[in-house]
């Protein structure tokens, strides 16, 4: 995403969700972990995770924003869409509340 649209003055409220969390990993780790699968013997696909995962509390933090509680019927994906706060499809939007969460440790 463009650092120009995660400014914190464009993003004022944050939706204070249980089920809202996602992962981050900084483009440097992604590029020492890219660097380090060229230079190995390891064969197949790769995830990259950070720990800890961020929920709505540490996104409101990092954006200076206030966490506001949303009735469900509010923050539907099709409510969503019609307010204009993503621009996906309905279908989509759903897996951003409970989408899987990536394992940061080692394979086995």
């Known amino acids: 995403m463009p ?17 809202l969390r996602c992962q981050a990993v900084h483009s440097l780790d992604v590029g020492d972990a890219y660097r380090r699968a060229l230079l190995s013997d390891a064969r197949g696909a ?7 995962v961020i929920g709505s509390g540490e996104l409101a933090a ?21 307010l ?14 409970a989408g899987p969460l990536a394992s940061e440790t080692l394979a086995s």
């Open 3 to 19: 650092g120009t649209l995660l400014r914190s003055a464009l993003i004022p409220v944050v939706p204070d969700r249980p089920r």
């Open 46 to 52: 790769f995830n990259l995770a950070a720990d800890p």
């Open 62 to 82: 990092i954006f200076h924003a206030r966490r506001v509680r949303f009735r469900r019927r509010c923050s539907g994906p099709e409510r969503q869409r019609r």
């Open 84 to 97: 204009r706060c993503v621009c996906s499809r309905p279908s989509r939007t759903g897996s951003t509340w």
